[in-house]
């Protein structure tokens, strides 16, 4: 019986030793268009979308040259590719973002003048929304107890970004990328300055944007079990 | 003399069991070799070993759980899917393997459709 014991109590420990180990792992994910990172660019020009009658947001500045910048730097800072100045006075052909993507002759004229691998090029549309209303509240009153519905009026600013993103193939023009980016930000402010609400939508969409030219990690954790 | 009795009985029941299960033991061996690799980083050293243990103990679902990490730490997503699959159907009930899996499978989704991650262990650096 005793024996019995021992030795029931030495194959639980035996069990009980096979444990798990938590192993940090760095994950490899390619960028979505196979490039070496060296590449010839030419960042712009961007067409700010206009859906039906609605009109352009009035804006202290422009959001699709607000974007081309913030892409130049963003680019020049994640990789090593060549950015070609901007050329001055290029006009697209059509401010309709689905029969710009069909000019190729525009981008092929574009990538020849600009001596450029890609062109990095697009659409956006950007939302301010003044939400501010009146909202219903559920409100509990300390003096009875009872629960109460009141009116009150929230204040809230609304960004919205919609972005297409086209690559074009510097020496044919033809399109080899398209990826949409979307975001919405909302801040607990009427009137919040639409400047700073649209670069949080920009940081927010960052990881997006850079992974389709640049390589990342991604770092995480899995657990690996020791014998 | 009676703990003589119980010594000997027990190298005998060991031995006994060594010899049964040998694949098992050399298994256990190359699997550790793959943990310690792994630990330092060398995640092909790691698959090379877990590799071995596998084709000494082919239905263990921790060795296949040790292989598909492995997989996935080399960037080889897709043998990894597979490999996770196979572990979970190895041993269904394993909560470490489907946490495991759980969270490939968010990293793979995001990765394969190009969605932005959440915040979390696996947020983007």
Request: contains cysteine; aromatic residues 10%.
């Amino acid at each position: 019986m005793r024996f019995a014991r021992v030795a029931f109590a030495l194959c639980t420990l035996a069990v009980g030793c096979a444990g798990t180990r938590e192993v940090q792992l760095s994950l490899p994910v390619r960028s979505k268009l196979a490039l070496t990172g060296h590449e010839k660019l030419y960042v712009g020009p961007f067409i700010q979308e206009r859906r039906g009658d609605e009109k352009v947001p009035d804006l202290s500045f422009s959001v699709p040259a607000e974007f081309e910048r913030y892409l130049r730097k963003l680019l020049r800072k994640e990789g090593k590719f060549v950015l070609v100045p901007s050329v001055e006075g290029v006009r697209p052909p059509t401010s309709d973002p689905l029969r710009l993507v069909k000019e190729s002759e525009f981008w092929r004229e574009l990538g020849t003048r600009t001596g450029v691998d890609y062109i990095v090029a697009g659409s956006i549309d950007f939302q301010v929304q003044d939400r501010s209303g009146m909202k219903t509240e559920e409100f509990t009153s300390p003096i009875d107890g009872r629960k109460y519905y009141r009116q009150v009026m929230v204040e809230q600013t609304g960004f919205s970004y919609d972005i297409m993103l086209d690559v074009y193939d510097g020496r044919t023009g033809a399109l080899v990328f398209q990826q949409p980016l979307k975001d919405f930000q909302e801040k607990q402010e009427r009137n919040f300055d639409e400047f700073t609400g649209m670069f949080a939508n920009l940081f927010a969409l960052e990881n997006q944007v850079i992974g389709i030219f640049v390589p990342r990690t991604v770092k995480t954790k899995r657990v690996l079990f020791v014998p | 003399m009676r703990f003589g009795v119980v010594v000997v009985g027990l190298a005998l029941i060991s031995g006994a069991c060594a010899s049964s299960t040998k694949p098992a033991v050399r298994a256990s061996a190359e699997m550790n070799e793959g943990v310690q690799g792994a630990r330092r980083g060398y995640w092909q050293e790691a698959l090379f070993r877990f590799e071995r243990a596998r084709q000494l103990t082919p239905e263990n679902g921790e060795i296949l759980n040790n292989l598909a990490v492995a997989l996935e730490a080399l960037g080889r997503y897709d043998e990894a899917l597979a490999m996770y699959k196979q572990a979970l159907q190895a041993t269904p009930k394993n909560n470490i393997i489907r946490k495991n899996y759980a969270r490939f499978a968010e990293f793979y989704t995001s990765y394969a459709k190009g969605v932005k991650p959440k915040v979390g262990p696996d947020a983007l650096r």
